[in-house]
């Protein structure tokens, strides 16, 4: 016997289940769940490309978007994006949540292929926790943060003051899904990288943190135009 919602409060929704009275948080996930699948497993097609599949586990989803699958474990935001293309055909609730997870899942890969365009200038390297460093020259680093370093005389990573430069204010990443908008963290990293590949010496915030071998080297690179 399916469980049927028998009351409803603010904050709970009262269930009758196989002759038993139970309680559930009253949430949009508890909603669609019990009043429009009656407890079964959530499955939801926003078009022909784009769904999802609840999992055996309750809340947990396989979402699919033109052949790339991710995982959301986040029952209520997908109820919620369920209600709001019901309600009006709303795509986008479902396609930024969608977007924002697959970046996240594959911000490594998308982010290489954005950093691929500076060449051998600029060299990816992963830590033991997974997380990126994008290392300049072999003299300064970004890492996953947006925090810039510089390589020091002993050669070890020492933080570094910059700015980032340019007009960071929309960035985008073309993939399978479609145009992916890059956040604030992202924008960050590749305003910070381009400003390392071609450093300002005249600023003078930046510039005189650094060794005076580094300051050497650079000056020497900008008399013989590299």
Request: proline share 1%; glycine share 8%; hydrophobic share 35%.
């Amino acid at each position: 016997m399916n469980p049927k919602i028998i009351a409803e409060r603010n904050n709970s929704l009262i269930l009758f289940e196989k002759g038993r009275v139970k309680t559930v948080p009253n949430t949009t996930y508890n909603q669609v769940k019990y009043r429009d699948y009656r407890g079964e497993r959530i499955f939801y097609e926003f078009s022909d490309d784009v769904y999802i599949q609840e999992t055996f586990d309750d809340g947990i989803f396989n979402a699919f978007m033109n052949g790339e699958t991710i995982q959301m474990r986040d029952g209520v935001q997908v109820t919620t994006s369920i209600q709001r293309h019901k309600e009006d055909r709303d795509d986008d609730t479902f396609s930024k949540l969608f977007k924002n997870l697959y970046f996240i899942e594959r911000k490594t890969e998308l982010m290489g292929e954005m950093i691929a365009v500076f060449g051998d200038r600029v060299v990816v390297k992963t830590t033991k926790n997974g997380d990126s460093l994008y290392i300049v020259d072999e003299r300064f680093m970004v890492n996953d943060k947006g925090v810039s370093h510089y390589m020091n005389d002993l050669g070890t990573w020492q933080f570094l003051c910059t700015v980032a430069q340019g007009n960071l204010s929309k960035m985008t990443l073309q993939t399978k899904i479609g145009d992916i908008e890059l956040g604030s963290t992202e924008l960050t990293i590749m305003g910070k990288i381009g400003f390392l590949l071609s450093p300002d010496i005249t600023d003078t915030v930046f510039f005189e943190q650094l060794t005076d071998k580094l300051k050497d080297v650079l000056k020497a690179e900008i008399e013989v135009g590299v």
